[in-house]
């Protein structure tokens, strides 16, 4: 059965009511009901390609933040093997919402780090609902050090709405732990392949995304803030969400043709949570591919290719 929650997904979820009913009628009254439940099913299958082909920018917003969608535990244990989860900053204590570790991508090791949202309340509470504190983020880069150490790509999973914003997270160093992440990843001198599993927002994103490569799945979204952020700061209330989401460019679409992005990763239809193996198996694929290319290139062309590829960031000619 598929999983419709979302308020512009009510449609389906009638038309899957009436496929339940007209099944329940026929075996109640031992009925064929077989050509009313395939030209529904038809209708439920058109009917959501046309919702998903034109969702706006905050639909696609709410598909990246949908309670069911793939974490990067449930790709840690579907995509990759061998996976060996490592713990702590070697300074203060470990942040649940950064997991990673050695793990093993069609046969070759990689390092893999990336955040992680709870499923439930108390899974959420767990994990700080996918935002780090700055210890998870030196747990991040002690990673990568390591994985340099050893000349083993890193490949992050980035699904958070942002750092964490409390006192405790201001006082031991969020936005230094941030900066440092990104001065380390510009010369880290071994391949960084990155991906928007979900919602990536602001530096707590951008601090596991700074890579040679920057793929992102079809419905996640990458911005410098949450729409809800941005409207209530532009416009004092946070109601206008719709209106900032269409001005922050934050869908994959726009983020490849601004070359913020590499490449776009399809998701089934519906999002990636209907069908999990389906979409595991497309991120597979595409880290595979990234993974193989950057493992031929030296470190010292792949620093200096990255340091390329963010300077041309932003640049503009005037006519």
């Not at 299958?45 to 696609?60: A, G, I, V």
């Not at 160093?173 to 991906?195: F, H």
């Not at 990636?272 to 993974?291: I, M, S, Y």
């Amino acid at each position: 059965m598929a999983i419709y929650t979302l308020d512009f997904e009510k449609p389906l979820l009638e038309l899957e009511r009436q496929v339940d009913e007209i099944k329940r009628v026929g075996e109640d009254r031992q009925i064929d009901v077989g050509a009313e439940l395939a030209a529904l099913e038809k209708k439920i299958e058109t009917l959501k390609e046309e919702l998903y082909r034109n969702l706006s920018p905050m639909q696609r917003v709410f598909v990246a933040r949908h309670s069911k969608r793939p974490t990067t535990l449930d790709y840690l244990g579907s995509i990759f093997t061998d996976f060996v989860e490592l713990h702590g900053d070697r300074a203060f204590r470990d942040d649940p919402a950064i997991v990673g570790g050695w793990a093993r991508l069609a046969g070759q090791s990689v390092m893999v780090i990336g955040h992680q949202k709870g499923r439930d309340t108390r899974e959420n509470i767990k994990r700080n609902f996918g935002m780090p504190h700055p210890e998870g983020y030196r747990k991040a880069l002690r990673l990568m050090h390591l994985a340099a150490r050893f000349h083993t790509p890193v490949v992050t999973l980035i699904d958070t709405p942002g750092a964490y914003p409390g006192i405790g997270a201001e006082e031991r160093g969020q936005a230094e732990a941030i900066a440092t992440n990104l001065l380390e990843m510009a010369s880290l001198p071994t391949a960084i392949v990155a991906c928007v599993i979900g919602e990536g927002g602001s530096g707590g994103a951008l601090a596991l995304g700074l890579a040679d490569r920057v793929l992102m799945f079809e419905h996640s979204v990458y911005s410098v803030i949450t729409p809800e952020g941005c409207a209530a700061i532009l416009w004092k209330d946070a109601t206008q969400r719709e209106r900032a989401a269409e001005a922050l460019r934050l869908t994959a679409p726009d983020l490849l043709r601004f070359k913020i992005i590499d490449e776009i990763i399809p998701e089934p239809i519906g999002g990636a949570h209907q069908d999990p193996e389906a979409a595991g198996e497309n991120l597979r694929t595409a880290l595979a591919k990234h993974v193989a290319e950057l493992r031929r290139v030296r470190p010292d062309k792949l620093v200096r290719r990255r340091a390329e590829k963010y300077a041309a960031m932003g640049v503009f000619a005037e006519s």
